[in-house]
DNA sequence: CTATAACCCAGCGGAATACTGGGAAATACA
DNA sequence: TGTATTTCCCAGTATTCCGCTGGGTTATAG
């Protein structure tokens, strides 16, 4: 029950933009280096990043990355989301409700692996980049 | 972010021995047949449960498993931590106060880990089998 | 023109996951 | 007493996925 090093990678990293926020761009280089990250495989997960609209890039020297938009703006679940897919904490749990599980005995766990994804998603997706910059904890 | 089969598997299967508690013990040749699974494998995942005291064993013709107590006794979190070791979304997540992360820009994620695990664990461990049985979500 | 960056794509090594197989020891029942 | 049935135990294996490497191309600043 881990999440994969693009999820915890892709959050510290956007943690970095989010601290350079309206200070122009960041280089791959400058946040592997700091971080001991791969350069190549950084590459990677901003390419996802990217695509995902949350963040911008600027080619050529001096170049590299920039949010979108405003780092109380993006919360961590579409950072998670956009590197690993949707929350899928068993197969049966994403899908719809025809599916055939329903039927059997299957089904009596079923509705604890959503509400594990449930709860998964509650919390990622109500903290913001600042939060995290701020070190705020979800108020409970 | 997904659950190995072995907590899924092993959380159907006890479901199983909850709905034959008190009729004496299955086989898990039973269980096994009914959901697809591998005997073998299932072994390897009884003989953990059987470690960590959720389940007695019963040798021979006409033995099996045996839930060792009620099944409003037993939640969900005691099975999966037997067979997959406690949650651990990110490494430091678990680790002491003086991990040297501490110090660095990680610990402005590490809050964030700690409470993913926190949320998981909330709901594994406020479910227990009879819940499951009686197919009761979490109040909330 | 040159250095520096993002971009793009293909592949690969290692670890973990999921599973197989064989042979013991215990027990029920004939 | 013997046989079928079951747990028990340990070792190996197939496969998948994760994390990463490496090659080259295109854009931009100075």
Redesign the interface.
């Known amino acids: ?4 090093t693009k ?2 990678y892709g ?2 990293a956007m ?2 933009l989010a601290l350079h926020y309206g200070q122009g761009p960041i280089s791959i280089k400058e946040i592997s280096e ?2 001991n990250f791969s350069d190549s495989y950084m590459e990677q997960l901003f390419s996802a990043l990217k695509n995902a609209g949350l963040v911008r890039s600027q080619r050529g020297a001096h170049g590299g990355y920039l949010l979108s938009r405003d780092p109380s703006d993006i919360n ?1 679940g579409d950072i ?1 989301r956009a590197l ?1 897919g949707p ?4 197969e049966c749990a994403n899908k719809n409700e025809n599916y055939e599980c329903i039927k059997s ?5 079923r ?3 959503e ?2 994804r449930d ?2 998603n ?3 997706d109500h ?1 913001s980049l600042r939060d ?2 701020e ?1 705020k ?2 108020e409970r």
Not at 105 to 109: E, M, Q, R, S
């Open positions: 029950m881990r999440l994969s999820g915890r959050v510290l943690v970095e700091k971080h961590v998670i690993e929350i899928e904490v068993a005995l299957d089904c009596l766990t509705g604890l692996w509400d594990i709860s998964i509650n919390v990622i903290r995290l910059m070190n904890s979800l």
